[in-house]
């Protein structure tokens, strides 16, 4: 620890103090340094303070160090299952599309169908006529 060396002396009155009239008749504490005493005492209770609120910081920021990680990790995971959700209704829509072109081929061969059907219908209806 360093040692303090005044600037300037002590006022001469000072000096010439009994060594009983610059204590403190209770603590026995010089009147001379129990100002600074108390000072210093106030200081570290401030800086105690300080420190415990720093300490709750330091678990504060731990714990939202931990909650920003599994929030990373849970929007990882929903990135992943998003584009696999993505890709999914991808080939759903690619599915739907083909059954449906199916859909229409078939539709438009029941039409040809149902045309042809009305024509042998008409053609046999004219065969019983002719032969009946």
Known sequence: MDHHIPMHALPEEIQKMLP???VCKYCGVSYLILHEFKAMEEKVKAMEKEMKFYQGSVDREK??????HSLSQELEQYEIDNKSKTERIY????QLKSQQNEFQKVKKQLSHLQDELKIKYRQSYIFRLCFC
């Open 91 to 94: 080939d759903v829509g690619m």
């Open 63 to 68: 714990r939202l160090q931990e909650k920003l």
């Open 20 to 22: 009983e009239e610059k």
